[in-house]
T-cell receptor
Framework: DGGITQSPKYLFRKEGQNVTLSCEQN?????MYWYRQDPGQGLRLIYY???????QKGDIAEGYSVSREKKESFPLTVTSAQKNPTAFYLCASSTLGPGDTQYFGPGTRLTVL | DQQVKQNSPSLSVQEGRISILNCDYTNSMFDYFLWYKKYPAEGPTFLIS?????DKNEDGRFTVFLNKSAKHLSLHIVPSQPGDSAVYFC???????????????FGGGTRVLVKP
């Protein structure tokens, strides 16, 4: 069954702790993306990657870090430097052809206490 | 500066009637537009898209219209069904290559409620 998995679905952390969100895809997509969604708002791009060992900052990269050691995996670390980390985090992937659609995972809701 | 705006945060429609969702954008370099549907606590699912060289694209009950001169697009759902109740996001893509070219800018979403 092809798709994108994100784990865990719900995550609670204490303020000041780093936390890593998992994203795995078996669609053989080259590009992967991380977004965050806040209540009543659209999705905002955090980081994206089009190839292994390469990634680019999105619109709101401050306080986040990523790695792309494998094509299938694009984990996101929310660091203690992120001022307002509580949000719904969405991972997506796509091929690199023109007009190719991004497919999203089910999301991880992070709550920082 | 919001480049993609959905000015109606919510919409209520009777089952069987038409739902019209609107989206405005400011960047004339957007070359591709998409609509996603999202249920609570789930990831968005792709619904329909349109290239900037077209003015209409239809897929079953869903039709997207693009008015480039007005920088406006709309999604029509007809007939609306209770299962269509969700949040709908408009997204736009800048011309480019690779993942940079597939970056999407999202609107704030419109919550649709279809009443039986």
């Amino acid at each position: 069954d092809g798709g994108i998995t994100q784990s865990p679905k719900y995550l609670f952390r204490k303020e000041g702790q780093n936390v890593t969100l998992s994203c795995e895809q078996n669609l053989n997509h080259d590009a992967m993306y991380w977004y965050r969604q806040d209540p009543g708002q659209g999705l905002r791009l955090i980081y994206y990657s089009q190839i292994v060992n390469d990634f680019q900052k999105g619109d709101i990269a401050e306080g986040y870090s990523v790695s792309r050691e494998k094509k299938e995996s694009f984990p996101l670390t929310v660091t203690s430097a992120q001022k307002n980390p509580t949000a719904f985090y969405l991972c997506a992937s796509s091929t690199l052809g023109p007009g190719d659609t991004q497919y999203f995972g089910p999301g991880t809701r992070l709550t920082v206490l | 500066d919001q480049q993609v705006k959905q000015n109606s945060p919510s919409l209520s429609v009777q089952e069987g009637r038409i739902s019209i969702l609107n989206c405005d954008y400011t960047n004339s370099m957007f070359d591709y537009f998409l609509w996603y549907k999202k249920y609570p606590a789930e990831g968005p699912t792709f619904l329909i898209s349109i290239s900037s060289i077209k003015d209409k694209n239809e897929d079953g009950r869903f039709t997207v219209f693009l008015n480039k001169s007005a920088k406006h697009l709309s999604l029509h759902i007809v007939p609306s069904q209770p299962g269509d109740s969700a949040v709908y996001f408009c997204a736009a893509r800048l011309e480019g290559v690779g993942a940079a070219g597939n970056k999407l800018t999202f609107g704030g979403g419109t919550r649709v409620l279809v009443k039986p």
